[in-house]
């Protein structure tokens, strides 16, 4: 949705990595703040990580902090998120979300006005 399309999830096992992709169509994802969202089989949409529009602060939910890393690639306008020591709770459906000006703390998160479709990841034990 939006311009935005998510790659990369997939099917690993506890301790394992994936990097998700976010790739921007029709739209320059350097103007946008870009976030990763996720939510659970029953679970609430809970915000993941974030890289800042204007001078690329990051900020990762506490449950991620020390183990994904969200980063940019202009030239492919692309966003990425590195996920490493996965854990079965880490299980979800991600979702790129983008929005100019939208809050990198993703407590406001609606300020991410676009949005792709999600991809899956799956931990298992």
């Known amino acids: 949705q939006a311009g935005l399309q998510e790659s990369g999830g997939g099917l690993v096992q506890a301790g394992g990595s994936l990097r998700l992709s976010c790739i921007g169509s029709?739209?320059?994802?350097?103007?946008?703040?870009v976030g990763w969202f996720r939510q659970a089989p029953g679970k609430e949409h809970e915000f993941v990580a974030a890289?800042?529009?204007?001078?690329?602060?990051?900020h990762y939910a506490d449950s991620v902090k020390g183990r994904f890393t969200i980063s940019r690639d202009n030239a492919k306008n692309a966003v990425y998120l590195q996920m490493n020591s996965l854990k079965p709770e880490d299980t979800a459906v991600y979702f790129c979300?983008?929005?100019?000006?939208?809050?990198?703390?993703?407590?406001?998160?609606?300020?991410?006005?676009?949005w792709g479709v999600g991809t899956r990841v799956t931990v298992s034990s």
């Open positions: 890289t800042d529009q204007s001078d690329g602060r990051t």
């Open positions: 979300r983008a929005g100019i000006r939208a809050d990198v703390t993703g407590k406001a998160s609606h300020t991410y006005d676009s």
């Open positions: 029709g739209r320059t994802l350097s103007v946008y703040t």
